[in-house]
């Protein structure tokens, strides 16, 4: 069952006085099945991260459709958005996001908080998640108090909270080091493997070789796409790199 469909999907953008316009998105179209982990590449420039804002309904395309669980969520009122976004979609951001006058345990209830939910129902929900992610023990310390890893897993246990849907991921491993990336990938396994899907934007061919699927997008389209199939991380790897440098140089996909 498709989570998520992508119909036909265009974004242009056009400059303050009117004369320039870009094409940042051309006709992007796939699907995203329950519980798939999927990974999308490309150049800088190459409207990953404009599709990445459009799935996660922070812009809104020129063109096309995103349903999420069947809704189209172009569909949804403004009024009615930030709600939607709290309930369906989780977000994990590369720069953590997190607010340094809350605690980690604060930072992880807001999205609970904002939804009206008892104090003792967000605990319930929380521990669990903590435990599984390795932070239950910072949880009253603040984010200048934790490492790069520790507030990555806080930002991806405030994205699991909500029990969303799909949990979308923007370079999520670009601002850890190599032991944290290795951990958070790990995590990522994990946490797809219990059934959550997840749709990571990245650079990191590491960070992909995780992924089940890789979607490459090149000039606003999607140009090619990697299965997993038996492959290991390792073979996955050395097909991505592969791609990548055709995609570069211009050259065949096989």
Known sequence: MS??????LRKFYT??????????LKNVNFTVEQGEYVAIMG??????????????????PTGGSVLIDGKDIAGIKESEMAKYRRENIGF?????????TFTVEDNIYLPL???????DKMHDRMTPIAAQLGISGILRKYPYEISGGQ?????????????????LADEPTGALDSKATDELLRLFTEI?????????????????????????????????????????SDQLYRKISDSLTMLATGGEIK
């Open 113 to 119: 908080v904002l939804s009206g939910m008892s104090y």
């Open 15 to 24: 400059s303050r006085l009117g004369g320039q316009r870009t094409e940042a």
């Open 92 to 100: 994990v951001f590369q720069e953590f996001n997190l607010l340094d």
């Open 43 to 60: 150049e800088s420039g190459s409207g990953k991260t404009t599709l990445l804002n459009i799935l996660a309904a922070l812009d809104k």
């Open 151 to 167: 507030k990555q897993r806080a930002a991806v246990a405030r994205a699991l909270i909500t029990r969303p849907k799909i949990i």
């Open 3 to 8: 989570i998520l469909e992508v119909r036909n």
């Open 192 to 232: 797809n493997m219990s059934g959550q899907t997840v749709l990571t934007v990245t650079h990191s061919v590491r960070a992909a070789s995780s992924a089940g699927r890789v979607l490459f997008i090149k000039d606003g389209e999607v140009f090619h796409q990697i299965y997993r199939g038996g492959s290991t």
